[in-house]
């Protein structure tokens, strides 16, 4: 774990609106306080349309892994999690936050039903170029794409595509076939290292407007699919009424480190701009767009005003975890854990 960075940090001198101002402040060399935030992407029931390419966590194994987690842990919501970062709020020695990346309109659908009948509270990282305007993340319209053409369906399309482009790109034989396998370490090698170069490799300016012409030609229009696919501001006012916390997951979501420094800044500064118009100021939290991020992230989401940043780093958190770089363990990997580090018998 790392530990070099920024203990219990005094990010923000503002606290979220519901910490409780009157809990226990805590030492932390007393603290052996061990948080698990768990990272959720899709969930919903199962699409055979949609099969090949979404991998979704049913709606019953959602149920299912939550039941699992409050029965060995407590429950935390983000405000209680801040003020824990800040040393003014205690939290039980075991003890689990949500979190919930992407900004899907199923997160609004069907994760807030389920959590608001278990009184659980989420925290919901959102990109924000689609409350801007209408259009698919490269990420998601990789998914519907290889859903409507398979992978070999897709890299036959990507290839025809790179040449009508004239794209110079010597793939795969350049690929970080590690790299890949380290990102998309629940895909088939063959899928992961497809869409490490879609989404890593691949440069921006081709890749945009590449996935988008494919996106029209085999899976339909962008806009339409974007209303079906995000969560709007009605959504998130509602869900952040409800007690739920809403953070920042990128303006483009393109990873943030394959931007240069200073698009990578915009793009952090754009995101809280967009959230503190639309939801009003707060102290939030972002998550690194594919868990990428480097020195000057961290200092342009510190500039920024963000208080935390999650990655995808799958460990625990403890009290002198650097705050800027938060470990969250992927819902496919939560019964591992629970069975293994915290010894538990998961159902
Ligand atoms: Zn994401």
């Known amino acids: 774990m790392d530990s070099d960075g920024l203990k219990r940090d005094g990010a923000g001198t503002d606290s979220p609106a519901n910490v409780d101002r009157s809990a226990i402040a805590v030492s932390p060399q007393s603290d052996d306080t061990q948080i698990l935030a768990v990272m959720y992407h899709y969930i919903s029931e199962p699409d055979r349309a949609l099969s090949r390419g979404v991998q ?9 892994q939550l039941d699992d987690l409050c029965r060995h842990m407590e429950p935390i919501d983000w405000p209680s999690f801040y003020g824990w970062t800040q040393g003014r709020v205690d939290l039980p020695k ?89 990102l998309y370490h629940y895909e088939s090698r063959d899928r992961a290292k497809l869409k490490y170069f879609l989404n890593i490799t691949l440069p921006i300016s081709i890749r945009q407007s590449m996935v988008q012409s494919l996106f029209e030609q085999h899976v339909g229009s962008i806009k339409r699919w974007s209303r079906t696919w995000y969560l709007g501001w009605e959504d998130l006012v509602a869900m952040q009424a409800l007690g739920h916390s809403i953070g920042g997951h990128g303006d483009s979501h393109e990873p943030i480190t394959c931007l240069t420094t200073a698009q990578g800044r915009a793009d ?3 995101t809280a701009c967009v959230l503190n118009d639309g939801l009003g100021p707060d102290i939030r939290p972002f998550s690194y767009p594919f868990g990428r991020y480097d020195e000057a992230t961290m200092s342009s989401c510190r500039e920024a005003g963000f208080a935390a940043c999650f990655t995808t780093e799958p460990h625990r958190i403890r009290c002198d975890t650097d705050t800027r770089r938060l470990p969250r363990v992927d819902t496919m990997n939560v019964t591992a854990v629970l069975e ?7 159902h």
């Open 340 to 346: 293994k580090d915290f010894a538990c018998q998961p």
């Open 56 to 64: 979704a966590l049913s709606v019953d194994g959602f149920r299912a």
């Open 94 to 182: 075991r003890c689990f936050l949500l979190t919930f990346d992407d900004g899907l309109l199923s997160h609004g659908r069907i994760v807030l039903p389920v959590l608001e009948a278990l009184g659980l509270r989420g925290v919901f990282f959102v990109p924000t170029s689609v409350l801007t305007h209408e259009h698919m993340l490269l990420a998601h319209a990789i998914h519907l794409l290889l859903s409507r053409l398979g992978d070999k369906g897709l890299c036959e399309a990507l290839l025809a595509a790179l040449h009508a482009h004239d794209a110079s790109v010597d793939w795969p034989s350049t690929m970080d076939t590690n790299a890949a396998m380290e």
């Open 268 to 270: 952090i500064r754009q």
